[in-house]
């Protein structure tokens, strides 16, 4: 087969290259090769059975058109200071102009007009005096929230439109390799378990996500892409009831507050936020079942739930950072008998494991009804640890009653987007045709970032 773009993975970074490749005009042949079903074909069972069932050969919630971004809460940053390191590679200026444009692309394909966080300002000003007084960080980012059942008309409307637009969609198809010759990719070799294809192409581009981070890590090693190890984000799932939330859900939506806690002065931060939402489970190759929240336009709970994450950058000689995190996940799984685990913070700080008949009694009931009470201090790292518990602690300077005893701590909550692939400022890395995006670039965090990656990569492609 030969195609003039070859896309490998249709998340976010890999569907916008296509998206803006159509909208210049562009005549080259593109194929997206996903190894995950069309979105239409994605189903999570446990809406029914109420409780992971471990679907093979892949996960339906982080794996298919569109990647984990049909099944999260699909919340648009509009901030060029929220999504990761882009803007520092691109320039600030040019990160905001793109995340513009690329927002009214959502709006066209059916995203709410509605923007969250907006317009609050004194209110604003009282949480921010307050996180200064607590030693954090607020940084207050406009917010265009999908909902996790709209995010996924939205992106079937994007996949009947590329589809529609003369893009090969090669759903079932997992790559193996790519070609590289003296430092030029020429391909990528796919196969769907049943035969194996070589794409020849002009232009490779490797936007797999956090899913696909430790694959493109090995596949830099392998074929001398130039890459570093950089940051890789360990934590968990913090849920509280919506009354404790009220105000700051109200005024900005979600939250994001920066922290460097004592006594390790480690990154500490909040991320996605869903008020009314629900925790969820994803489960990553190998089984490994990791942490994660949704929000729905309509279905709403009673309790709010956001990741406390904590930076990790590790240093000579060791440079397996995404290894490091898979293994606490996998010590947690242990411990959880293959389940999330979850614990109250009284419980953390008394020492003790949380039971089963505690979270009953509780205020906050988990939204995670498969989630295993136990203790997670016992495989979580205890540098991580100290930061998570004294980051909980300023949080409640903020918001009074988010260091409640009953306040729940689900772990493992991981993102994989520790290698980072170097390039220049117009997304070169040093093997020519061969261009890396996405979450597992190590360049963007988020639905929002990776798309305007995308943007600019189909621009150039043009």
């Known amino acids: 087969m030969k195609k003039d773009v070859v896309i490998i993975g249709a998340g976010p970074a890999g569907i916008f290259t296509a998206i803006e490749m159509i909208k210049k005009g562009s005549k080259k042949s593109i194929a997206i090769v996903e190894k995950g079903a069309p979105i239409e074909k994605r189903f999570c069972p446990k809406a029914k059975t109420q409780k992971c069932v471990n679907c093979q050969p892949y996960c339906h919630i982080t794996t298919g058109f569109s990647g984990a971004g049909a099944f999260s809460d699909g919340k648009l940053s509009l901030s060029y200071e929220v999504g990761g390191d882009l803007p520092n590679l691109i320039g600030a200026d040019k990160a905001q102009e793109t ?14 007009e509605h923007i969250e966080g907006i317009g609050n300002d004194e209110e604003v000003k009282e949480i ?9 960080k607020l940084v207050d980012c406009p917010i265009r929230h999908l909902g996790t059942e709209k995010a996924q008309d939205i992106y079937l409307s994007i996949e009947n439109y590329l589809r529609d637009n003369g893009v090969e969609l090669m759903f079932g198809y997992e790559c193996t390799d790519i070609i590289i010759n003296d430092s030029v990719c020429s391909g990528a070799v796919i196969t769907n378990g049943k035969e194996t294809l070589t794409i ?16 493109l890590e090995k596949l830099c090693a392998e074929h001398d892409i130039a890459h570093q190890p950089g940051t890789v984000d360990i934590g968990v799932r913090v849920e509280v009831r919506n009354e404790v939330m009220e105000k700051v859900n109200k005024v900005l939506y979600e939250s994001k507050l920066i922290g460097y806690p004592g006594p390790f002065k480690n990154k500490v931060r909040t991320f996605c936020q869903n008020p009314g939402g629900f925790v969820s489970q994803e489960n990553y190759d190998n089984n490994l079942a990791v942490v994660n929240g949704h929000s729905y336009k309509e279905l709403k709970s009673n309790n709010t739930n956001l990741a406390i994450l904590v930076s990790h950058n590790f240093s000579h000689p060791f440079n397996q950072p995404i290894d490091y995190a898979v293994k606490v996940g996998e010590l947690t799984n242990m411990l959880g008998a293959g389940h999330i685990m979850v614990q109250r913070f009284g419980d953390i700080l008394d020492g003790k494991r949380t039971w089963q008949k505690e979270l009953s009694q509780s205020n906050v009931r988990p939204t995670l009804p498969d989630a295993v009470a136990g203790d997670i201090t016992a495989a979580m790292p205890y540098r991580a640890m100290m930061n998570i518990i004294n980051f909980i602690k300023a949080v409640d300077e903020v918001v009074p009653g988010f260091a409640s005893e009953e306040t729940l701590l689900y772990s493992p909550e991981l993102k994989f987007y520790s290698n980072r692939v170097k390039m220049d400022e117009d997304l070169n890395t040093n093997v020519k045709g061969l261009f890396c995006l996405g979450d597992s670039s190590g360049w963007t965090r988020g639905l929002m970032m990776a798309s305007v990656m995308g943007v600019l990569m189909g621009r150039k492609l043009v």
């Open 128 to 136: 921010r005096k307050r996180a200064i007084k607590a030693g954090l």
């Open 200 to 215: 020849d192409a002009e232009n490779v581009i490797v936007a797999t996500g956090r899913r696909g981070a430790d694959w």
């Open 99 to 112: 995340i513009d444009y690329t927002d009214k692309i959502y709006l066209e394909f059916g995203a709410d």
